[in-house]
T-cell receptor
């Protein structure tokens, strides 16, 4: 149970274009999702927290106009990298909190974004 | 504020040897603690977690960790390493209510030598 499906797993895009990454909770309702960015050989850095039906909360230093997060339903959250540049190339991972009372988190399989 | 420190960015052990990956945390509230494993270009898989109760936590694949409040530590161990254990391991902390995102340590890459 508690599976988060993340797509695409890999994407290569041209500089200046936008890329959308989707995360779906398959067998539970995810009221809260987290988006992380992971640089090569580095840890996961929280980018933003999205709550269904409300605006995402971005961490300090994360450009909200570049990294658009939408959490329109209880099973889908999307991250759109707008006007992508090579420095946006990274591994992006979503995570959902599982349940309101139990402290568990499940992670998507990640998206490797390469901007050329 | 919460933080996690993982001592040793790389650990190398021989197959069959003890695995010890160190994690120390800082938290202003009683923490929930986690260990995750990540294989290349994949997401994170939960190994084990400590929330409340027994301080020795057993996880998957033979791993276990002990929560030591006095030492603010949550070290991960496995009695006998297997080649398939080679991966990146992350320790993470959450606030007691579990409402916030996890804060991750910098990770430890485990190498297992034949």
């Amino acid at each position: 149970g508690a599976v988060v499906s993340q797509h695409p797993s890999r994407v290569i895009c041209k500089s200046g274009t936008s890329v959308k990454i989707e995360c779906r909770s398959l067998d539970f309702q995810a009221t809260t999702m987290f988006w992380y960015r992971q640089f090569p050989k580095k840890s996961l850095m929280l980018m933003a927290t999205s709550n269904e039906g409300s605006k995402a909360t971005y961490e300090q230093g994360v450009e909200k106009d570049k990294f658009l997060i939408n959490h329109a339903s209880l099973t889908l959250s999307t991250l759109t990298v707008t006007s992508a540049h090579p420095e946006d190339s990274s591994f992006y991972i979503c995570s959902a909190r599982v349940g309101e009372t139990t402290n568990g988190y499940t992670f998507g399989s990640g998206t490797r974004l390469t901007v050329v | 504020a919460q933080s996690v420190t993982q001592l040793g960015s790389h650990v190398s052990v021989s197959e069959g040897a003890l695995v010890l990956l160190r994690c120390n945390y800082s938290s202003s509230v009683p923490p929930y603690l986690f260990w995750y494993v990540q294989y290349p270009n994949q997401g994170l898989q939960l190994l084990l977690k400590y929330t409340t109760g027994a301080t020795l936590v057993k996880g998957i694949n033979g791993f276990e960790a002990e929560f030591k409040k006095s030492e603010t530590s949550f070290h991960l161990t496995k009695p006998s390493a297997h080649m398939s254990d080679a991966a990146e391991y992350f320790c993470a902390v959450s606030d007691h209510a579990g409402r916030r995102a996890l804060t991750f340590g910098s990770g430890t890459r485990l190498q297992v030598q034949p």
